[in-house]
């Protein structure tokens, strides 16, 4: 059974920083993009940042400059170090794998920025 987990949310204030981790686990396709989404209250899930396998990155024109994404295929992990939070970026982060034809992902972790 395929498991994504996130980890790392947690309260900072604006102008700090966060790491997000996300490991997958029970794969049987090899991993392809990866990606963190976020989803703040009445608002809809938007990308944030995406890698893919070969390692070109996207990010979201709100996060450029802030966020940076990362994987380990090796360990199957993910990661988005987040700088210079603003209170913006307050969400629930989500990870998502592509593994073969198939998309899994986490259960969100929560990030909450204060002013």
């Known amino acids: 059974q395929v498991q994504v987990v996130e980890s790392g949310g947690g309260l900072v204030q604006a102008g700090g920083s966060l790491r997000l981790s996300c490991v997958a686990s029970?794969?049987?396709?090899?991993?392809?993009?990866m990606a963190w989404y976020r989803q703040a209250p009445d608002k809809q899930r938007e990308l944030v940042a995406a890698?893919?396998?070969?390692?070109?990155?996207d990010y979201a024109d709100s996060v450029k400059g802030r966020f940076a994404i990362s994987r380990d295929d090796a360990k199957n992990t993910l990661a988005l170090q987040m700088n210079s939070l603003k209170p913006q970026d307050t969400a629930v982060y989500y990870c998502?794998?592509?593994?073969?034809?198939?998309?899994?992902w986490g259960q969100g972790t929560q990030v909450t920025v204060s002013s």
């Open positions: 890698i893919s396998r070969d390692g070109s990155v």
């Open positions: 029970g794969l049987i396709f090899s991993i392809g993009d």
């Open positions: 998502k794998v592509r593994h073969g034809p198939y998309d899994s």
